[in-house]
């Protein structure tokens, strides 16, 4: 098990929303200056434990955690935008999605916000994606997201030529890791 894929699953997962372009994300150790007068988001891994899977001493190392996904929308311009990126990201992180990130398999468990919060110049909301992990092999080539098939996340795929997301052969969600065309989200997760 692998704590930096992950992460790099949840981050990968993350981005493939769309729910805010990568360059409005506060990522966990990059230096980042909120935009002002637009929204953005900061994501907050939060590890919450290790433990056996089952019972016996061979049994899997099972990881749990919560990536904590903290959207921030310029203060008086009322709940409904803000509250439709809490829609996407719940839709986009259902209960019982799967990530799989180089071999890595996640699971996600459930999705909950928070109320919307006031602060000096924004309103927030957080929206707590809970997940889990297990021992898995090594391998796999790339990131594929099963995240409640092909109903919901045709519609959730851009028509822009340069996207690398994509159905796979078998209905998934998949994006291929060949760096072309864009190395930014590459390098993102390189350095999480």
């Known amino acids: 098990m692998s704590e930096s894929k992950i992460h790099s699953a949840l981050v990968s997962a993350y981005i493939a929303s769309g729910v805010m372009p990568a360059s409005r994300t506060k990522f966990e150790g990059k230096a980042f200056t909120p935009p002002t007068g637009q929204s953005w988001a900061r994501l907050t891994g939060l590890p919450t434990g290790r433990a056996p899977s089952a019972q016996g001493k061979d049994a899997a190392q099972e990881w749990t955690g919560i990536l904590v996904v903290d959207v921030y929308h310029p203060k008086n311009t009322g709940h409904a935008e ?95 890791d060949d760096l072309t065309p864009d190395p930014l989200a590459y390098y993102i997760l390189a350095k999480g």
Request: with cysteine; hydrophobic share 35%.
């Open 82 to 176: 803000i509250l439709e990126d809490v829609d996407t990201l719940q839709s986009f992180f259902r209960s019982g999605g799967r990530i799989e990130y180089y071999g890595q398999n996640v699971l996600i468990r459930r999705t909950e916000r928070s109320q919307i919060k006031e602060e000096a110049v924004w309103l927030s909301v957080s929206v707590s994606i809970y997940c889990s992990a297990v021992d898995s092999g090594n391998g796999g080539d790339g990131l594929l997201l099963d995240l409640g098939g092909p109903s919901g996340a045709e519609g959730a795929i851009s028509s822009d030529a340069d996207n690398r997301l994509a159905l796979g052969s078998d209905q998934k969600l998949y994006v291929r």
